[in-house]
Nanobody, 120 residues
């Protein structure tokens, strides 16, 4: 029912930039906190950055100063601008949407993932 469609992944050399996009269904986008996660081979899926419906953002220490999350509510799209990429940023990146019911139950939705590869 809820669909998250990602684009923008690819292969770049260290120091390069990429911008990931995630288009979400409007019914969920306007009420959900959006986030980007990543998962490297053999590692757990970790949050990279998040943005609330009010525009408040949070980023992981490992990407602070290099990555920026933003959302365009008119386009139902969340972005992750990635600059100064490092080989350790190599991972599958996932878009997510999270919202809570009035009783406090949390729901999570995920995109299909997009590969980001950074070579030295």
């Amino acid at each position: 029912q809820v669909q998250l469609v990602e684009s923008g992944g690819g292969s770049v050399q260290a120091g390069g930039s990429l911008r990931l996009s995630c288009a979400a269904s409007g019914s969920i986008f306007r009420i959900a906190t959006m986030a980007w996660y990543r998962q490297a081979p053999g590692k757990q899926r970790d949050v990279v950055a998040s943005i609330t419906t009010g525009g408040n953002t949070a980023v992981a220490d490992s990407v602070k100063g290099r990555f920026t999350i933003s959302r365009d509510n008119a386009k139902n799209t969340v972005y992750l601008q990635m600059n100064s990429l490092k080989p350790e940023d190599t991972a599958v990146y996932y878009c997510s949407a999270n919202f809570r019911t009035p009783l406090g139950r949390s729901y999570d939705y995920w995109g299909q993932g997009t590969q980001v590869t950074v070579s030295s």
